[in-house]
């Protein structure tokens, strides 16, 4: 199997001002070539540091991809540490140093001199041209380690992400064919029920099946199960990860809301586009959360046209119609006033769906009758109006994820319905 | 200095459906009583990994913090390595046990089984109880390593963070005051400057400061710049972070929006607060990105009370009165139409300021003319409006993000001056 190791370089990283996505990123890709992330560590900008971490991954995998230092300031020095410890000569590639001058000329601002320091790359390694900012990244071939390639990317996101998917990963299936495994990869992507339940629901069931692993991973609001099929003979895991899957379906029913690498919202935009069905969306205290996952999506501006953010009764009541007497007698959180903002949306939009949100996200603002965490979602459509209530107890970014997790639900099973 | 390592223990970390934040939080948290996390380490849940991690950091520092593994699936096997490792027997601990059965009641759902072993601890472990979950942390003491707590967590951040905070710090800074050195940590959060920029004005300015380290964090729409003082007495430190301070303050100005662990959307909450001003926002191409930042902050409802979120037309010229030629002579992204969407919000929900987003997040819709990542920006106040126009060549949530971060960076501004 091929072993990969990623270490992560970057003191801004250790001192907590900026949060690592590139596990979460390259280990994602990786399983999908059937490769295996075997371990992530993270170093400051000292060059014993980086050295002594890069020298045991080179000892302790078949690839090591290294992340971040490669930037014009002071404190990028992985480029350095790197020709260093593998007693590599520098040279100034035309190719890159053409990419970050045409970069700051079309930005029209002025090229501080220190990012030129950017174009020079070790003899020997292959450059991966930057498409999305001025660092190159390398892919060094060695000769003397376990390691057969070191790969440097660089820390931003942004430029990281296209390169590795455009670049790194054609490069690791054809440098590595033989050493991936046969195995069959399927993340099953479940709401509406808690990880005890799905362990509960499938373990049993499934742990029979040859070559198996299953493995569970619980967030707010949802819940991924793993399934690892691994065996010798392509036909056979490929009917055992069938076998498995149609078991978990059975299992699990409409709780699965997809398969593999996906979003809700993304699920919830493209059952909405292949009905052409239009959605409007009435946010109190998930304060335009709703919205901003919709709209997320590209090509939502299909399905999704128009929204509120109705945080004061006085914004209910003027842009949604919501009836004064409901806001008074029953309080913006209740059962009436979701049911009448969902109502107001989809009659002033003109839409075919409409979702309403109001709740307490906290942390002030609950009483004994309402404490902080409830929320009412409601799901309109011409015919009918349904209203969920729930209480989550959670900080107020998790409480928005949490409701709006509930009310995309709501509106994706009435779609499936359809 | 006081010396942390950090091993995070989860497949699903490294198979990459869930991104680690852990390091994040815990380096800053670590940062602000002067202690520094020296390493952070992620591996699978196979007992022999874990193990291996785990006894290197105890080799390597003087306290190491392991997350996750602890839940009741049967992939959570920390408590059982650790009391393995060290030798220790479990014992059930009775309010650990409550804890769990209480929180079940609460939630009225039925409790599986597998849910109490969680409470089953190492002997001589000080329980750390959770506020927010089922599975206790533990504070170990180490007698035969360098290091001389092994302190394991759970891995939702929901339970990890408060745990961290209320009760792990001060066990820390209880245990090790007179390893916590004299120093003085200070993150400038700049907005609207680029990397190097920032750089350039600031290190020759910086650099000859005694005991100084400077460090520079580049995200989208946002530069850290981090400078520690180090050395023997208090008050030099204490002198010497001031001058730095003034410094940086001078050659940065009012780029410089915060010191320290806070969010421009945070600090413009505050400017309104403080001022007793009210905003109201009007979104296209953002889809309520500006508004759920806005609202992610406790006490913002003070504030906020309204906005919408325009995708089309149509809902342009019916919500905010968006004249028909504007849209039809200019387009829907254009400065005239920008003006008239925050004008429009501004008179609509009666506010003092409204902010006014209208671009192409891509990656379709551009035009030669007007290319994906074009973006209007308009503020309005009674007097006046602005509008920024800018070009961000970015991933949709990116561009989000960053054309937000312009638009509250007006604001600020704005708010600045009076």
Not at 25 to 40: D, M, Y
Request: proline share 4%; with cysteine; charged share 25%.
């Amino acid at each position: 199997m091929l072993q990969v190791e990623l270490v992560n370089i970057g003191t801004e990283l250790l001192m907590g001002f900026v949060v690592n996505t590139h596990a979460s990123f390259l280990g994602r890709k990786l399983c999908n070539i059937g490769a295996t992330l075997v371990r992530q560590t993270c170093v400051n900008d000292t060059a014993d540091h980086i050295r002594a971490s890069l020298e045991a991954a080179l000892a302790g995998s078949d690839v090591v991809i290294s992340t971040g230092g490669l930037g014009p300031t002071s404190d990028d020095i992985t480029r350095n540490v790197v020709a260093d410890m593998l007693g590599l000569k520098m040279r100034v590639d035309a190719r890159a140093m053409e990419n970050i001058e045409t970069r700051f000329r079309r930005r029209q601002v002025e090229m501080p001199e220190s990012v030129r320091s950017q174009a020079l790359v070790p003899e020997g390694a292959t450059v991966l041209y930057n498409a999305h900012g001025t660092a190159p990244g390398l892919a060094i071939p060695i000769s003397n380690r376990r390691a057969r390639w070191l790969i440097t990317l660089p820390g931003p996101p942004r430029e990281l992400n296209p390169m590795f998917e455009d670049q790194v990963l054609p490069l690791l299936v054809q440098q590595f064919q033989n050493q991936l495994p046969i195995s069959d990869c399927r993340i099953f992507r479940v709401v509406g029920v808690g990880e005890s339940s799905v362990e509960e629901r499938v373990e049993s069931l499934l742990k029979d099946i040859p070559g198996i692993e299953i493995g569970y991973c619980a967030r707010s609001g949802e819940v991924d199960l793993r399934l690892v099929i691994r065996g010798e003979q392509q036909n056979e895991v490929h009917r055992w990860a069938q076998e498995a899957e149609a078991r978990a379906r059975k299992a699990l029913g409409d709780t699965i809301f997809a398969v593999g690498d996906t979003s809700l919202e993304r699920v919830v935009v493209q059952l909405l586009q292949t009905q052409g069905k239009l959605l409007a969306t009435a946010e109190s205290c998930t304060g335009g959360h709703l919205a901003n996952r919709i709209t997320l999506v590209p090509g939502s501006s299909q399905v999704f046209r128009e929204g509120w953010i109705t945080y004061s009764n006085h914004a209910k009541a003027k842009h949604l119609e919501v009836p004064g007497h409901l806001l008074s007698e029953h309080g913006a959180v209740s059962e009436p006033v979701a049911r009448a903002m969902s109502e107001g949306a989809l009659r002033k939009a003109e839409t075919d769906y409409a979702l309403a949100l109001t709740g307490i996200a906290g942390p002030d603002g609950g009483t004994a009758e309402k404490p902080v965490g409830t929320v009412f979602i409601a799901l309109s459509s011409k015919h009918h109006t349904e209203v969920k209530h729930q209480r989550l107890q959670l900080d107020r970014e998790t409480f928005k994820f949490a409701a709006t997790q509930t009310a995309l639900d709501m509106l994706r099973k009435e779609l499936l319905k359809a």
